[in-house]
Structure formats: C-alpha cells, structure tokens
C-alpha cells in the first residue's frame, strides 16, 4: 500500500501508512453525504411545491363563483409568502407549483389503486388509511415525497413539454435510466422521442439513448447549488467559476464606487430566471443622476454577438422586474477580461429616444477608462497569483 508524503516546517517528507486509502474512502463519504443531502432536499422540495398546488387548486374551487378569483389569490399568496421567505414565490412560480399538482394529481390513485388499505402517517402522530381516489389532507411531506423520485428540476423541464406522452416518455427513461437533469434536458432537445417514435429499431434506440455523455454528470456541489435547491433553502450563491472573476469584479466594483458618488452598490452575482433556465449577472449599480440601473456582466473571453444578446436579455427583464416606475431603463456593461483584447461597452440600444442614450454617454465613466482599469486589474492579479 502506498503512502502519502506530507511536508512539514522541516520540509523534509513523511509518510503515513496507508494515507490514500485514507483520503480516498474519506472523499467517497462526503460526496455520497452530499448526494444523499442533496436528494433529500429535492424530494422533500418537490412534495412541498405538490402540497401547495393542491392547496391552491382546492382554494380555487372553492372560489370559482368569482371572476378573477385566480389570479387575485395567486398574487397575494406570491406578496405575503414572499415577504416571509423571501425568493422562490413569484407568481409565476405559484402558478408552476399549480400545474405541477394538476399534472400529478393522480399519482396516488396510479400508485396506490389497487392498495385500498395503505396507511400513512398523519402530522398527529396517527395513522388513517389512505383514499386511493383523492390523497388526504393529513398527508405529511415525507409521504408525498416518496411518490416523486426525480428532482424538482426535472419536474420543471418535464413540464415544459405539450405533449403528454412525450412527458411520460421521457419521464420513465429518466427513472429506468437513472438520468441526471442534464441528460434530461439533452435527451429532449435532440428530440429523442420523436426519433425513437420513428425508428424501427426502438430497443436499440433506447439502448442507445440510455448512455450518458460526459457532460451529462452533475457533482454533488452541483447538485446543492442547484439554484431551486438553493432558493428552497433561502441560501446564497455568490460564488464564481474562478478566483481571478471573482477578485476582478470585486475590484471592478470598488472601482466604480470610487469614480464619484454616483454610483450606488446593489448587488453582485445576482440570479435570475427565465422561463426554465436560470442566469447569473456579475455586478448590478444604481446611477444617481441617470436614474437607473447599470447591469455588468464579465467575460472571460472574447465578446461576441452572444453576449450582447445575452445582455439586452438581461436589460428586458432588469426593466421589468428591477425597474421602478420612477426609473429610467436600465442600461447595460459588458466587460471582457481576455488577454490582449480588455473591452468595455455598454449596451443602449432599447432606450425611448436618442436625446435619452446621449445623455447617457456623457455622464457614464468613458469605456475605455473602465477598460483600462481591467486591463491593469488583471495583470496585477495573474503577477500576485504567480
């Protein structure tokens, strides 16, 4: 068996007997914790979301009589719940949760039809036997949870879908073949049921699709920092892909602060979602004297047309989610950190009137100055990190 050598303030290397095995079981452990963690927290998740749909369908019922009855609930069960628990209750996701129950509401007449006398555990302490019909009200999370195996953001994707064989499909491939959401999401965008439908060797289609890819894993650390899972827990996610983004935009935002007083600090590595896809924005200013919101967003490499249609997709929703109606549109900074080609531009198309864009010109930092400073930002730190 091998040892590990470890240095010490001698310098000189000892070796502990047996140390890899060691290290090896000890990093299989966590990261097994940290799946279990992470499934825990997706099925316990996804019951909760189940539970309020029905709870709101049922709400619904009761209110049907009224026009608009809907909508008004939905919304106000988005503003109190939000002010409560923060993010993960927009209206949009309610009524997601809404569907999701609609969708799934007779998973316990499927699973449990032929098994009248199935008991569960009421919050009480008791147990009842279960309807096979309609699932009970006294039915507790961990109950709920046991019926749905995949992780809410499987059920999000699988959701999106119009048909509802291709969601069945697609839905028992994933649990006959253990598939993560990223697999998932591939399987659907190359349309791997349509073209199983069409093959006239199916079994060997699916035998075929049943392969994941490499870039289909998913790690245990990706899986706690789902962004569903972290919005469920109220978590954070500020954390880049590199430790020279994060000291760059740290210190783009210093910068910034320090060009006078108008710039005012609102955020950084802020999420965002759209439709089912979720993005991250670097750094999020107010100008004072513009009146408005100033979106950066760092690129590692060199700009493309992809990026600026990135931003201006960040612009629309910033001007509808993060606008105040007292607020001029928000404008957009696209930075790119790339060896021999720092640049910095801002993105104005989208303003009301030209007038508007000018005046924006004048009193933004000039972009070459702001390219100038992450030039020097970035060589300063590729020299510390050497």
Known sequence: MTAKPIKRKSDKPVSIQGYDGLISGMVSLIEEARRVSARTVNAIMTATYWEIGRRIVENEQGGKRRAGYGEALLKQLSADLASRFGRGFAKSNLYQMRTFYLTYQDIFQTAFGKSKSRKFQTPSGKSQPHNSQTPSAELTVQAISERFPLPWSAYVRLLSLKSKQARIFYEEEALRGGWSVRQL?????????????????????????????????????????????????????????????????????????????????????????????????????????LRCLVVIDLKRGKFTHADAGQMHMYLNYAREHWTHPDENPPVGLILCAMKNSDLAKYALQGLPNKVLAAEYKTVLPDEKLIAEELKRTRKLLEERKR
Do not use: C
């Open 185 to 289: 999401n591939r399987q659907i965008e190359s349309q791997f049921y349509e073209r199983t439908a069409l093959s006239k060797n199916k079994a060997a289609m699916l035998t075929r699709g049943a392969k994941p890819k490499p870039q289909d894993a998913v790690t245990p650390e990706e899986q706690i920092k789902d962004p569903y899972v972290l919005e469920f827990l109220s978590l954070k996610d500020e954390y880049s892909e590199s430790e020279l983004e994060e000291a760059l935009i740290l210190h783009l935002e210093h910068f910034l602060l320090e060009l006078g007083g108008d710039f005012t600090f609102v955020g950084r590595q802020k999420r965002l979602r759209i439709g089912d896809e979720w993005y991250r924005v670097d750094l999020i200013f107010f100008h004072r004297r």
